[in-house]
């Protein structure tokens, strides 16, 4: 099975970091790897990503979990289980005012191994929406 994952240490509250994981519109402003986000960020809702680095293609995802501000689950594929992304992002806040931002990627399914062939290397951006996630929230 593929996946990514990155993580990041912020100064900020788990609060603040979640309102701006949640403002879909606001994404491009804050994180250059996202050219837009449609849809409002919801538990159940559907929202659609337009990311960087597949120009003209999108990305349809489910909100399936939603736990504030804490972890957030969105998930998206083929019917039947024939192939499925989940991203999941957390947020683990220490005694300093610091939280620790994890997002991950996992892909499975009977259809994973050929189609996760033509996935790119997505770790980059991964590692970038992460700095800028921090950057955001500590007003860089």
Request: net charge positive.
């Amino acid at each position: 099975m593929r996946s990514f994952a990155t993580s990041i240490v912020i100064r900020g509250a788990p609060g603040a970091i979640w309102q701006v994981l949640t403002d879909a519109p606001a994404y491009p402003r804050w994180n250059s790897t996202v050219k837009r986000v449609v849809g409002t960020i919801a538990l159940g809702s559907t929202v659609t990503v337009h990311a960087e680095v597949a120009p003209g293609r999108a990305f349809p995802v489910k909100v399936v979990v939603m736990d504030a501000p804490r972890r957030m689950v969105w998930r998206g594929g083929m019917p039947l289980g024939l192939f499925r992304g989940e991203r999941v992002f957390e947020l683990r806040p220490d005694t300093e005012g610091r939280v620790e931002f994890m997002m991950r990627e996992d892909y499975s399914g009977l259809l994973a191994p050929l189609i996760t062939k033509s996935i790119p290397d997505l770790q980059p951006a991964f590692d970038q929406f992460a700095a800028c996630l921090k950057a955001r929230v500590e007003g860089r």
